[in-house]
């Protein structure tokens, strides 16, 4: 079973940062586009951002222009920069691998105004 370890997520005020962190097995990292989605509650799961193995960055919907994506192919881990967080993006935060279609648990992040 294939671990990915997400961090980074709490309780943040409107137009606030949170930055997550997800670890991911070297042998996957190497081979994988990272991604990270969010699911907010009764809603489906939604892609955020995804970044290729050559570092090339993808935007999706509304959290595109205040959301960086990042890998450390030294750490083994993508980085997710939230600047200026909004109610509405409270959701747990996911990692995935995006060949291996590998997934962490989640990361609760929540946007209080």
């Known amino acids: 079973q294939v671990q990915l370890v997400e961090s980074g997520g709490g309780l943040v005020q409107s137009g606030g940062s949170l930055r997550l962190s997800c670890t991911v097995p070297?042998?996957?990292?190497?081979?994988?586009?990272m991604a990270w989605f969010r699911q907010a509650p009764g809603k489906q799961r939604e892609l955020v951002a995804s970044?290729?193995?050559?570092?090339?960055?993808w935007y999706e919907g509304s959290m595109r222009g205040r959301v960086t994506i990042a890998r450390d192919n030294v750490k083994n881990t993508v980085y997710l920069q939230m600047d200026n967080l909004k109610p509405e993006d409270t959701a747990v935060y996911y990692c995935?691998?995006?060949?291996?279609?590998?997934w962490g648990r989640g990361t609760q992040v929540t946007v209080f105004s």
């Open positions: 995935n691998a995006v060949d291996s279609n590998s």
């Open positions: 070297e042998n996957i990292f190497r081979v994988n586009a």
């Open positions: 970044i290729s193995i050559d570092d090339s960055p």
